[in-house]
């Protein structure tokens, strides 16, 4: 019987001999030498192919189950043995033919090409023929098989040195090709989970932003990206790094050196960023032990002994505080004594030093030194320690004067008293919240803490004060508090104590400028923690609030390129958003929403009331009203939960027919309380696009808008801010949705009451009791208003009435009317170049051929700052130059050398050659 192997032989050689049968060697060599010169016709190629697979055919029917994976292997051997890539691109022809007719299996075939011994990478040809190969049959594995194939596949890679001519690299990629295609997941191969089993044990930590979600190298099962989440793969040792730790000292020197020689030291000047800077790396590099802070201290105090450098000592102080307060509880005192011979180096005072001005943001970094010694006072007291460190005689003064905030309002809170905050308490407690630094017992007790005691003790003047301060004062919390405070504020607008007008307002406002201010790569990596249960930071009743988070979700997505996933991360929280607040979104609107979110509205249409039905309600319950002659029948039929949200319509009609509302209608306002008298405003914002629509011009129309401003400014019957934002979030379309946005404009352009705002508002709608016989006396207290009013609040909705009006192109002149006359109080914005570079990239499609608009827009929200900042803050002079004053019939084109300049503009700015972003 003839070996197997000799049967393989003569049926390969046979073929790939063909014409060099007398030396085959010889003919090898040649071609070699002379590739590309000896060229087989297609006829000749496809005749070969066909012969040779007739012969090994036969040959293969004829073997035994068992001997089938010893033939492949074989048959590898053989060809990896050629030297002519012209013939091992034939026989891997063969090969896969063979596979394609379903003559030999796929996986077998794989596993033999890909488990050679002569398979290596310096045999470049070979290597890529070969994975060219398995890219083309691999299809036919089973997914057991391709998981398999996907291990020896990355082992084979991890082969390839990290260093390799870059000759070679084409070639070298045909595996990188393979894996590609086993994990593409249009193309079906292999479940992502068992590629995430094989691939996580490859990984390297990856490179992301840095923020308060870095450090992420785990793949996420569900879409197999990187979800910006979790820790380093990294063992929890830590280890001392005394060369961090000298580099550490030498920059605090060098900050100590800076604020000596810097003029406007006191007043803010450029060293403020380094010290900040040095403020978050020393806490993180001691807290996570890479450095030793009684070791540090030492050598500062060895550094900067005779050098009399004391301008910069309570900036020190206030940094080394940040890492004091938050860790001394855990560590032994004499862990911090050092600091204390620290400070006899620079602070050699025998007097009391003064007070400094309250009025600078920088006092705050004096009583940094008393802080200090408060804490470690307390912890030897704690500790039973005979150590006694009394206070030094020249921080008595800032002493007396400091005392623990936090503390300080809840004692209130639970005494309920009724005496406001202090002014100078409150702006001192927005400053220290924000720093990142000392969150443990700053923002996180803040929201963890103070407001739920502040909330259990029904303390709500002291509640509406630290809701004024997170909106007003306190720009820069982490997203997760942000978040966390939104989920508290949902809970608190469902509560019945809360049930208050002005109250009420403040909740609201303070969640929808949570909602648009949350940055775009900040809002899935926050939400994505909610997914198991959206219903927490989404409002059960609010249809405003949980727009504004839709649109926020929308830019997000948009923004951060994260469309292109296959399907909708956010898909729960858009289903519960449907459940608690169900609606449609204008066609216009939608066409700028990313292609998820677009399939997702459309698949989940809602049906609407049309106008007609909404007009004869309303003629209806006004019919109604006029028969009824009982005061408190009337009062309890219009104002008893269920009854449709159409009062405000029917106050509209009293005031069109009689110019007058009666007692019963305050009455009935008063009983329907805040929460619920938000959708008699959602109703009123229809109704009223229908009268204006349908109103016949001229007097008529005059007098609807007379009506329209009394309610607002006369009657105080509903908030401007509330009625545009209701306005601005119906789904309207075609005429209507150009009408909408004519009322808005009406509303802010018409009346001088907003431009010439007075002072203090009125929100329990005093104007309505002053006005009705008799007039009726007030009786709800205001809280105390400390930040907020009707501007400030105004600015969130401002910003979703401009994108309204970018979506609908009939509307830009209005758009740009509205600039012109409102775009100062962008001077107002927290984060004004952020809400403008958004737009612009959200936009981009509607503003393409609009460059008018697109330089009115940029104009009004930098140039609303120019009294604020220098000359160039923003904006580089060549741009204001060509761009902000291009003529529309010769467009500028910026040259190359102008992106160059923008670079080098950026470059000094970080060298601190130019300083134009120091306090922004």
């Given at each position: ?21 007398c ?22 190629e ?12 036969q ?50 075939v ?8 002569n398979?290596e990478?310096e ?26 194939l996907?291990?020896v ?6 082969t390839?040195p990290?260093?390799v ?58 879409t ?10 990294y063992?929890?040792?830590k ?8 580099q ?9 050196e ?32 890479f ?7 030492l ?21 080394l505080?940040?890492?004091?307060s938050?860790s ?14 620290l400070?006899d ?12 001005d ?7 970094h004096?009583?940094a ?6 804490h470690?006072?307390r912890?030897?007291q ?5 150590l ?8 008595k003064?800032?002493h007396?004067l ?38 443990s ?62 109250l ?22 926050q ?41 909708t991360?956010?898909k ?17 609107t ?5 292609a ?9 249409n ?5 106008r ?13 009203w ?53 959708a008699h ?18 007097q ?21 801010d ?25 509303l802010?352009?018409?009346p ?5 705002r ?49 979506e609908?192109l009939?509307?830009s002149k ?16 927290d ?20 460059d008018h ?33 291009a ?13 160059c ?20």
């Open positions: 019987m003839i070996p197997m192997e000799t049967q393989l032989q003569s049926i390969f050689e046979e073929v790939v001999v063909s014409a060099a049968v030396n085959p060697r010889k003919t090898e060599i040649i071609e070699e030498a002379f590739p590309g010169m000896f060229m087989d016709t297609p006829e000749d496809k005749t070969k192919l066909i012969s040779c697979l007739a012969a090994f055919r040959f293969w029917n004829g073997l035994s189950q068992d001997s089938h994976e010893q033939c492949i292997q074989w048959i590898v051997k053989f060809i990896h043995g050629q030297h002519s890539p012209k013939r091992i691109s034939f026989l891997y022809d063969c090969l896969a033919m063979a596979v394609e007719t379903g003559l030999l299996p796929p996986r077998m794989c596993e033999s090409l890909i488990n050679s011994d398979l990478w045999r470049t040809q070979l290597w890529a023929l070969t994975f060219k190969l398995v890219r083309k049959i691999i299809g036919g594995v089973d997914y057991k098989g391709v998981r398999d996907l291990k596949i990355l082992e084979k890679i991890l390839i990290n260093t001519s870059s000759a070679v690299v084409q070639q070298l990629l045909a595996a990188r090709e393979v894996i590609a295609y086993i994990l593409e997941r249009n193309a079906c191969l292999l479940p992502a989970y068992f590629a995430v089993t094989e691939i996580r044990k490859l990984l390297l930590p990856v490179v992301n932003n840095s923020g308060a979600i870095c450090n992420s190298w785990k793949l996420d099962p569900a197999l990206r990187f979800p910006l989440k979790g820790l380093l793969p063992d929890k040792h280890q001392r790094c005394p060369v961090l730790e000298d550490l000292v030498d920059l605090v020197v060098y900050a100590m800076r604020s000596e020689t810097e003029e406007k030291f006191d007043d803010g000047g450029t060293s403020q960023l380094l010290w900040q800077h040095l403020s978050s790396q020393l806490i993180f590099f001691v807290l996570f032990q450095a030793s802070f009684p070791h540090m201290v050598s500062l105090h060895q550094k900067l002994a005779g050098r009399g450098l004391i301008k910069g000592r309570d900036h020190l102080m206030w940094v505080l940040q890492f004091i938050g001394i509880q855990k560590n032994a005192l004499a862990d911090f004594l050092p600091v204390m011979k400070f180096l620079l602070y050699p005072e025998k007097e009391c030093i003064p007070v400094p309250i009025n600078k943001p920088q006092s705050t004096a009583f030194m008393t802080c200090i010694w408060i470690l006072n912890k030897a704690n500790d039973n320690s005979k006694q460190i009394p206070i030094p005689h020249s921080l003064l800032h007396d400091i005392h623990s905030i936090a503390t300080r309002v809840i004692k209130l809170a639970h005494a309920k008293s009724s005496v406001a905050l202090a002014p100078a308490l409150v702006e001192t407690y927005s400053r220290l919240l924000v720093y990142m630094e000392i969150e017992l700053g923002i996180k007790g803040f929201i963890s803490q103070l407001l739920p005691t502040v909330f259990k003790s029904h303390a709500w003047g002291i509640l509406h004060t630290l809701l004024e301060m997170f909106s007003y004062r306190m720009h820069h919390i982490q997203p997760h508090y942000r978040v966390q405070l939104l989920s508290h504020l949902h809970t608190l607008a469902a509560v019945a104590q809360t049930n208050q007008n002005q009420h307002l403040c909740v609201e406002s303070t969640a929808l400028r949570l909602i648009t201010a949350l940055g775009s790569s900040e809002v899935q990596p939400f994505t923690r909610f997914l198991s249960d959206p219903k927490t930071v989404l409002s059960a009743e609010s249809e405003e609030l949980n727009r504004a988070l839709i649109l926020t979700l929308a830019r997000a997505t948009h923004v951060t390129g994260s469309d292109s996933i296959q399907g991360w956010c729960d929280i858009l289903q519960t958003i449907m459940n608690f607040t169900p609606h449609n979104w204008a066609s216009h939608l066409s700028c929403f990313p998820p979110l677009q399939a997702f509205f459309k698949q989940n809602v049906p609407q009331e049309s007609f039905n909404l007009k004869k309600n309303v003629e209806e319950e006004y019919r109604k006029k028969s009824m002659t009982d005061e408190n029948e009337i009062i309890t039929q219009f104002s008893v939960q269920g009854f449709p949200p159409l009062f405000l319509c029917l106050l509209w009609k009293m005031l069109l027919e009689t110019d007058h509302i009666s007692q019963i209608g305050y009455r009935v306002l008063e009983r329907i309380g805040a929460r619920a008298l938000v405003v959602r109703t009123f914002a229809d109704f009223l696009v229908y009268e204006f629509s349908t109103s016949a011009g001229g008529q129309l005059n007098k609807c808008i007379e009506i329209l401003n009394d309610m607002v400014w006369k009657y105080n019957i509903v908030t401007l509330r009625l545009i934002l209701c306005l601005a979030m119906r789904s309207h379309e075609g005429n209507e949705a150009q009408v909408c946005y004519f009322i808005i404009q009406l802010l352009l018409k001088n009451d907003f431009r010439n007075k002072y203090p508002e009125k929100l329990y709608f005093e104007g309505l009791a002053e006005q009705v016989d008799p007039p009726v006396p007030i009786q709800s207290p205001y809280l105390p208003i400390y930040f907020g009013n009707v501007c400030l609040r105004f600015l969130p909705v401002f910003d979703i009435v401009i994108h309204r009006f970018l609908l009939p509307v209005s758009l740009e009317t509205l600039l012109d006359h409102l775009g100062g109080l962008y001077k107002f914005h984060r004004p170049v952020t809400y403008l570079y958004n737009t612009l990239h959200y936009y981009e499609m509607c503003l393409r051929n609009r608009l697109k330089r009115k827009l940029v104009h009004a929200i930098i140039g609303s700052l120019k009294d604020n900042r220098p000359q160039g803050w923003c904006l580089s002079d060549t741009y204001l130059k060509h761009a902000m004053n003529r529309e019939d010769n467009p500028w084109v910026p040259e190359d050398s102008y992106y300049k923008l670079i080098g503009r950026l470059v000094d700015n970080i060298l601190s050659s130019v300083v134009f972003f120091q306090a922004l």
